[in-house]
C-alpha cells in the first residue's frame, strides 16, 4: 500500500492501514486541511468537485463532499469530468478552489486529491506546504449543524467546456467538417468516454470508432497513452482505415495520435504540432518543461517565437508560460496548455486544434508527423545508495561539462548541440533519472551510457 503527500495532491493506493495508503480517513484529514486552506486564501466558501471514472470514485466523492460539507463550504459536484474541465469551472463558478478525484495515468487501485487554486490552476509549492502543514497539525474546524455546506449537482459543465474550445479563433469547425474525418478514439473506460465523442460531434466529425469508451473504471490495459498501451487502438485504426487514432488518460489531460498507418505520432509531438499550428496563426514564445523533446525549440525558432524550458511539473511549466507570455506551452507527455482558454493540460483543446491544423495541412497524419525534426528520447536510470549524496554527484558532473550549455533549475540538463541528456534526481528514492534525446535512438542510448559511465567513474 501507498500515500504519496506532494505539493501539488495527496495520492495513494485504495485500501490499508491508515497512512499507508488512501483510506477514508486520509481523505478527510487532507480534504479538510485543503478546505481549511482554501476559505482562508480565498475568502470564498465554494468548491468544486469532479472526478475520472475510476472504480473507487463513488467512495472518494462522498467522503470529500462530505467533509467539504462538514466545514461549512458549498460543493459544486460535476460527477464524472475531466480534470480541465474542473478547471474552468472553477472560475467559471467563481470558487475559492476545486478538487479533482483522479490518479490520472496510474492504474485502478490509485486514486488522488488534484488541489487547485481559486484560478483553477494546481496549487504552488507554497500553498501545498500549508496544506500539509495544516493537516498534520488538524488545524481546522467543522462547521454548526445551522452552517453545513450545500451541496450542487451540476452536469453542465461538459456542454460548457466544449462550448469554451468551440470560441476559440484558431478552431475551425468548417475545416474539421470539410475534412470528413473518420477517427477512432481510445478512453481507456474512463470521463473520456464521455467528452471526447461529445467534442468530436461538436466539431463535425461525423465518422468516430469508440474503443473502451463505456466510463466504468474497469480500463483495459494500462491507462498511461505510452505506445506499449496503444497497440489495439493502432489495430483499430488500421482495420476502420482511419485517418486518425486519438487516445485520452483517464482523466483526459493527456493526449495522444495514432497515424492512419498505424504508427505512433509520439507523445512528444503533440505538444510540437499543436505549437506549429499555433505559432503559424499567432507568433510568439512556447514553453516546455526540461525533459521535452527539442523539437518544440525548433519549431518555434523557425517560426521566430523564443522557446523557454521549466523544470518538471505542470505547475512550473504554467509559471515559466506566465513570465514569458507564452502563446503556446506544455509537456512532452502529450500535455497542451492552451493560455487562450486556461492555464491547465487539456486534451479537448488539443483534439479542436489538432484536427483543425490537419484539416489545413491537407495531408496525412504521417505526412504531418514527417515534416517535424525527428527526434528520439532514451528513459534510463541508475540505482544508488541510500547514504549518497546526489546532489554533490550531480555538481561533479556538471564541473565534467561546465564549458557545455547546461541548467541547474531542476537537476542538471547539458546540452550539446542538437542534443541533451536530464539528470533528476527521485524525491522518493535513491535514483537519477537519466533522459537523454538525439537523432536516433542510438544517438540518444549512446548519450545516456556515456553519463552513466562518467557517474560510475565519479562514484569510483
Known amino acids: 500500500m501507498t500515500l504519496i ?40 466558501k465554494k468548491i468544486v468537485v469532479g472526478r475520472d471514472a475510476r472504480i473507487s470514485g463513488t467512495m ?13 463550504i458549498d460543493v459544486i459536484d460535476l460527477g464524472l469530468s475531466t480534470t480541465p474541465t474542473v478547471e474552468v469551472a472553477v472560475t467559471g463558478e467563481q470558487a475559492g478552489g476545486g478538487i479533482i478525484l483522479t490518479a490520472s ?5 490509485w ?46 459543465w461538459l456542454q460548457k467546456h466544449i462550448d469554451l474550445v468551440l470560441a476559440l479563433p484558431l478552431v475551425d469547425v468548417e475545416a474539421i467538417k470539410k475534412a470528413d ?10 470521463t473520456g468516454g464521455i467528452f471526447v465523442p461529445a467534442l468530436l460531434k461538436a466539431l463535425g466529425v461525423k465518422t468516430v470508432h469508440e474503443l473502451y469508451c463505456e466510463p466504468d473504471g474497469n480500463f483495459p490495459h494500462n491507462p498511461e497513452p505510452l505506445p506499449e498501451n496503444l497497440t489495439a487502438l493502432s489495430k483499430e485504426v488500421l482495420n476502420k482505415r482511419a485517418h486518425l487514432g486519438i487516445a485520452v488518460d483517464p482523466d483526459v489531460d ?13 507523445e512528444e ?8 499550428y499555433v505559432l503559424q496563426n499567432n507568433l510568439g514564445n512556447t514553453v516546455s518543461n526540461l525533459s521535452s523533446t527539442r523539437a518544440l525549440r525548433d519549431v518555434t525558432e523557425n517560426a521566430g517565437g523564443e522557446y523557454h524550458a521549466s523544470a518538471v511539473g505542470e505547475v512550473n511549466v504554467v509559471n515559466q508560460m506566465k513570465a514569458v507570455n507564452a502563446v503556446i506551452g506544455g509537456e512532452g507527455n502529450g500535455g497542451i496548455i492552451y493560455p487562450e482558454i486556461h492555464y491547465g493540460r487539456d486534451a479537448l483543446v488539443g483534439i479542436a486544434l489538432f484536427l483543425t491544423h490537419l484539416a489545413k495541412y491537407g495531408k496525412s497524419v504521417s505526412t504531418l508527423r514527417k515534416s517535424y525534426p525527428g527526434y528520439f528520447i532514451s528513459k534510463n536510470k541508475i540505482t544508488l545508495t541510500p547514504e549518497m549524496d546526489i546532489d554533490a554527484l550531480l555538481t561533479k558532473v556538471e564541473q565534467k561539462y561546465m564549458k557545455q550549455p547546461h541548467s541547474t533549475i531542476d537537476g542538471l540538463k547539458i546540452e550539446f548541440d542538437k542534443e541533451w541528456v536530464h539528470l533528476r534526481r527521485s524525491n522518493t528514492e535513491p535514483i ?15 548519450l545516456a551510457n556515456k553519463i552513466i559511465a562518467d557517474i560510475k567513474e565519479i562514484l569510483n
Open 5 to 44: 503527500k506532494s505539493i501539488s495532491g495527496i495520492r495513494g493506493t485504495i485500501g490499508g492501514a491508515v497512512g499507508d495508503g488512501l483510506t477514508p480517513l486520509d481523505i478527510v484529514k487532507f480534504t479538510s486541511a485543503y478546505g481549511a486552506w482554501a476559505v482562508k486564501k480565498s475568502g470564498i
Open 60 to 72: 472518494v466523492n462522498n467522503l470529500v463532499i462530505g467533509t467539504l460539507q462538514g466545514l461549512g
Open 105 to 109: 495515468h496510474n492504474p485502478k487501485q
Open 111 to 156: 486514486n488522488a486529491l488534484k488541489l487547485l487554486n481559486a484560478d483553477g490552476e494546481f496549487i504552488s509549492d507554497a500553498d501545498g506546504k500549508e496544506v500539509l502543514e495544516i493537516a498534520e497539525s488538524s488545524d481546522f474546524k467543522y462547521a454548526d449543524v445551522n452552517d453545513l455546506g450545500k451541496v450542487t449537482q451540476d452536469n453542465s
Open 181 to 190: 474525418f473518420s477517427v477512432v478514439i481510445d478512453c481507456v473506460n474512463s
Open 254 to 266: 493527456r493526449l495522444c495520435f495514432v497515424c492512419e498507418d498505424g504508427n505512433m505520432f509520439g
Open 269 to 276: 509531438y503533440t505538444l510540437v504540432a499543436v505549437a506549429d
Open 432 to 446: 537519477i533519472r537519466i533522459y537523454s534525446e538525439g537523432n536516433s535512438e542510438t544517438v540518444a542510448n549512446g
